[in-house]
């Protein structure tokens, strides 16, 4: 069976490609094992925009403290951006995974600003990574901020990216804008081989007795994997891009309906952080199964077949399907007229 995908014109030998997950990927020995066990790519961990900003103004405490009487001491200091405290770790991580794998490497840098994280991306390019995958995670709080100078925002950092790197750099956004659509289009415009749909927001939570505000990770679940499913049968063929599809991509079925609706890539996290690497081949393994059994000879007859632009029914996929969703519920209930689902 023909598994070949592309992705970010990258050839990819299948679509299962590991998502950005710090407990997958900071262990440089779990890189062969994924290979082994089938990633055909590896996103890593994220690299922060905060993180290298603490370390620029640290590295700023360090070489100007008491330099207040004498002033020439600054000059035999180098500039902040030849230092890479800690970040020099990420980039030495980078090139040991390209001696140990032959699959590609793609970075992960994280942020939300056109800060110094900017200029980092030509390091991770001159470190071996194959491609950059720009996660821009930001929830805008300024009451006086419009939803047209966040666009702006999102666009003025991909094309700044872009400027600065050679290798193929995919956005991962979050799907709130008011016109998911047209800013799919703008990013493409402005550079990006791909969109990753989609990052997910972390609510935290908060603990009543001691007060304080607390981090609440929940793993996604398959139902997440509709969001992603219905914006890149939307997406699918309309766009210069790459389509990657993200969250709660458990099953080789859910790998399959993301396929069928248009996507090149499908990464999976919470489903190896459950069942460990070995679950890609499993998945593997079981998609092969699904293709065979439903007599396709590769991955080209399935990708897109479901999509709005080859479905039967292209309406489905916007407002007619929701209001069909809706009306077709019916609900469960008890002898005693309790609600039961």
């Known amino acids: 069976m023909d598994l070949t995908t592309q992705y970010l014109g990258l050839t990819l030998k299948s679509p299962l490609v590991v998502g950005a997950a710090a ?38 405490h360090h070489t100007e403290f008491g330099t207040e009487s004498f002033a020439e001491a600054l000059t035999y200091f180098p500039e902040p951006e030849t230092f890479h405290v800690g970040t020099e770790a990420y ?43 720009l996660n821009i995670y930001w929830i805008p709080t300024d009451l006086n901020l419009s939803g047209a100078d966040v666009e702006q925002d999102y666009i003025d950092i991909v094309r700044s990216v872009k400027e600065s790197v050679q290798i193929p750099v995919a956005v991962k956004i979050s799907p709130f804008f008011s016109n998911m659509a047209n800013m799919a289009k703008r990013l493409s415009e402005a550079g990006a081989d791909g969109l990753v749909l989609f990052n997910r927001f972390y609510q935290p939570d908060i603990d009543i007795e001691n007060l304080e505000i607390q981090p609440n990770l929940i793993l996604s679940a398959p139902q997440d ?63 092969i199964q699904w293709l065979t059994d439903h007599e396709y000879e590769s991955l080209a007859q ?40």
């Open 91 to 133: 980039l030495e991580h980078i090139r040991e995974a390209k001696r140990r794998v032959d699959i590609p490497i793609i970075a992960n840098l994280n942020g939300a600003t056109l800060g110094g994280w900017i200029d980092y991306a030509k390091q991770v390019q001159e470190a071996g990574a194959d491609a950059i995958e």
């Open 225 to 287: 994997m509709r969001l992603p499913l219905t914006w890149i049968a939307l997406l699918y063929g309309k766009l210069p891009v790459s389509l990657a599809a993200t969250s709660g991509i458990s099953r080789a079925e859910d790998v399959v309906k993301l396929l069928m609706a248009g996507a090149d890539v499908t990464m999976l996290v919470a489903t190896l952080l459950r069942h460990g690497i070995g679950h890609i081949k499993t998945i593997e393994e079981e998609v």
């Open 302 to 341: 399935l990708r897109g077949s479901m999509s709005q632009q080859k479905c039967p029914n292209p309406s489905d996929f916007e407002r007619v399907q929701y209001m069909r969703a809706i009306q077709s519920y019916h609900p469960i209930w008890a002898p005693d007229h309790q609600f039961v689902h």
């Open 23 to 60: 407990p997958l990927t900071e262990d440089i020995d779990n890189f062969r094992w994924l290979e082994d066990s089938g990633a055909s790519a590896i996103v890593m961990h994220s690299l922060f925009e905060e993180q290298i900003r603490r370390e620029r103004l640290e590295i700023h």
